[in-house]
């Protein structure tokens, strides 16, 4: 896997961004799946751009996102949910009723996440799925110890990924626990696309890219799908050039 690589995070955002709306112009049915996290952040003010200047409608468009925080309710800042009709399906003609988040408020997380697994079945295979990678490697929320088989379920948050993810809190904790796409789930889509950008990133790209499933690191499960693209800017892939 030979990853392109871009001056700064601007640049690689806006090239995922592109790649996207590849994708939704030659197939506007397409079923995305989207990741949250601060290296979205610009790539959904792309493709809003890219939708208000009408290079690209969502209107038959379908989206699983990889995760949910668990005990936190739909409307709350910090929940995926929220943060997804915030930065993107708030601005897009995209049909809410299509947009799928896990459902961290249900009474049975384990019931829930077996439900959207089942969910993402039904709509056929994922056409793109979006992916972040944490500074421990995780993809979705599947943190170091996860299995290739692993699919949608509760799993408990590592304390680096409460830390990583503590502003998005302001003074409030963190969720301990959510619901995410499994290993084995992310490998169904058809393809892949991962975006890293920035210094804290580099080690986590260097293993992941390293070659070989290890299981501290997550993300290098990555290496047995046969169309994934992984997208740096140059502070990510510094130490991934010297492997
Ligand atoms: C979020 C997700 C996570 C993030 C990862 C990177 O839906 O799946 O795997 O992609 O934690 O987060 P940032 O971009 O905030 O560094």
Not at 8 to 22: F, G, K, L, S
Not at 103 to 114: F, I, L
């Amino acid at each position: 896997m030979t990853p392109i690589i871009l001056a700064d995070a601007p640049q690689a955002a806006n090239a995922v961004a592109e790649r996207i709306i590849a994708v939704l112009r030659d197939k506007p049915e397409a079923v995305l799946g989207l990741a949250t996290g601060a290296t979205m952040e610009p790539v959904y003010a792309a493709l809003v751009a890219a939708y208000l200047s009408g290079r690209v409608s969502f209107s038959r468009t379908t989206t699983f996102n990889l995760d949910e925080y668990v005990g936190i309710p739909p409307d709350h800042p910090g929940s995926y949910r929220a943060t997804m009709n915030r930065l993107l399906f708030d601005h897009v003609d995209i049909e809410l009723s299509r947009t799928h988040v896990p459902d961290g408020m249900a009474a049975n997380p384990e019931e829930a996440a077996e439900a959207y697994e089942l969910q993402i079945r039904q709509a056929g295979c994922i056409d793109l799925q979006l992916l972040g990678i944490g500074r421990n490697g995780h993809i979705g929320f599947n943190e170091p110890g996860s299995t290739l088989q692993s699919r949608t379920r509760h799993v408990v948050l590592h304390s680096e990924t409460l830390a990583a993810n503590q502003d998005f809190f302001e003074d409030a904790e963190v969720p301990r626990s959510a619901i995410t796409m499994g290993i084995a789930t992310i490998l169904t889509a058809r393809s892949i696309l991962v975006l890293a950008t920035g210094n804290a990133k580099q080690s986590a790209v260097r293993q992941a890219l390293a070659g070989g499933y290890h299981s501290d690191c997550p993300a290098s499960a990555l290496a047995g799908h046969t169309d994934v693209t992984w997208i740096l800017d140059d502070a990510a892939a510094q130490s991934a050039r010297v492997v």
